[in-house]
Antibody
Framework: EVQLVESGGGLVQPGGSLKLSCAASGFTFSNHWMSWVRQAPGKGLEWVVNLNPDGSEESCVDSVKGRFSISRDNAKDSLYLQMTSLRAEDTGVYYC??????????????WGQGTLVTVSS | DVQMTQSPSTLSASVGDRVTITCRASQSIRTWLAWHQQKPGKAPKLLIYKASSLESGVPSRFSGSGSGTEFTLTISSLQPDDFATYYCQHYNGNSRTFGQGTKVEIK
């Protein structure tokens, strides 16, 4: 069974930093792109960033460019999101999601339970 | 960047109704489109991938169609468990974009 478990969320002041982690199990982590998706309170889903299987290629939404950095450790089946220069509009639940692989043909087919990030003074 | 536009934003329907949600892409995404269902306080769940392929375990009353820029999600006979918010999502290339969501409410 595929499992994705996020951690690291919490309350942080504007301009601060936070690092989220996602522990993966139940599948071959090193075969898949992985994504972070967020959801502001009462709002829709927003894709944030993804990373290819060997960690050499990423894409992200314009609003986080230069502030957020995604990384992975395939030996530990783990995904990370380093967030800096945080703003109030970054507040929301952050989901880790399994993304594309050559064999699956699917995108965002498994999701974690989410971790809440609150940016407030 | 590809923009995704869903309609309607809210839909009121009764159990047993046939329901259709539309999603439009700002440029051709071929069939690289997924549909997700989300219930309050829960993570999203993949229903449809590659525009019309049903994810394993998803009831057959759900179906998807379309290609290029126009896509639809159809629920053939709405069940009580289907009242939720539905999102389309493109995956043409490396980036992803969601539609704004369609909330299916009880009439």
């Amino acid at each position: 069974e595929v499992q994705l478990v996020e951690s690291g969320g919490g309350l942080v002041q504007p301009g601060g930093s936070l690092k989220l982690s996602c522990a993966a199990s139940g599948f071959t982590f090193s075969n898949h792109w992985m994504s972070w998706v967020r959801q502001a309170p009462g709002k829709g889903l927003e894709w944030v960033v993804n990373l290819n299987p060997d960690g050499s290629e990423e894409s992200c939404v314009d609003s986080v460019k230069g502030r957020f950095s995604i990384s992975r450790d395939n030996a530990k089946d783990s995904l990370y999101l380093q967030m800096t220069s945080l703003r109030a509009e970054d507040t929301g639940v952050y989901y880790c999601a399994r993304d594309w692989s050559d064999s699956s043909g699917r995108s965002l087919d498994n999701w974690g339970q989410g971790t809440l990030v609150t940016v407030s003074s | 960047d590809v923009q995704m536009t869903q309609s309607p934003s809210t839909l009121s329907a009764s159990v047993g109704d046939r329901v259709t949600i539309t999603c439009r892409a700002s440029q051709s995404i071929r069939t690289w489109l997924a549909w997700h269902q989300q219930k309050p306080g829960k993570a999203p769940k993949l229903l449809i991938y590659k525009a019309s392929s049903l994810e394993s375990g998803v009831p057959s009353r759900f179906s998807g169609s379309g290609s290029g820029t126009e896509f639809t999600l159809t629920i053939s006979s709405l069940q009580p468990d289907d009242f939720a918010t539905y999102y389309c999502q493109h995956y043409n290339g490396n980036s992803r974009t969601f539609g704004q969501g369609t909330k299916v409410e009880i009439k």
